[in-house]
């Protein structure tokens, strides 16, 4: 008897506007793949955490992103992507 293995969350198809664009290529060269990493967690994610279409707005990694989602189409659609600051009295 053979067993199909689990299937596989259907992934979100994540795009960015052009003012997403310019942010991110703004991004130190450092910090870019922490960025690719967030996109790749809200692809994979599907930002269960807000419903609906939004706009929405998570912080993740030291990332602010705010975003549309289309449940239907599987696409998040990143509108703006900005580092958060610290704030003096945080820790590193």
Same mark, same amino acid.
């Given at each position: 008897?053979?067993?199909?293995?689990? /299937?596989?969350?259907? +992934? +979100?198809?994540? *795009?960015?506007?052009? %003012?997403?664009?310019? %942010? !991110?290529?703004? &991004?130190? /060269?450092?910090?870019?793949? &922490?960025?690719?990493?967030?996109?790749?967690?809200?692809?994979? #994610?599907g930002t269960p955490y807000e419903q609906g279409e939004g706009p929405h707005s998570i912080t993740v990694a030291?990332? #602010?992103?705010? +975003?549309?989602? *289309?449940? &239907?189409?599987?696409?998040?659609?990143?509108?703006? &992507? /900005?580092? !958060?600051?610290?704030?003096?009295? #945080?820790?590193?």
């Amino acid at each position: 008897m053979s067993t199909s293995p689990p /299937a596989l969350p259907p +992934y +979100y198809r994540v *795009d960015l506007t052009p %003012e997403a664009w310019r %942010e !991110v290529g703004c &991004v130190p /060269a450092k910090d870019f793949q &922490v960025l690719q990493d967030v996109m790749q967690l809200l692809a994979v #994610e599907g930002t269960p955490y807000e419903q609906g279409e939004g706009p929405h707005s998570i912080t993740v990694a030291g990332f #602010e992103v705010q +975003y549309t989602r *289309d449940d &239907v189409a599987r696409i998040l659609t990143l509108h703006r &992507v /900005a580092r !958060v600051l610290r704030r003096p009295d #945080e820790a590193a």
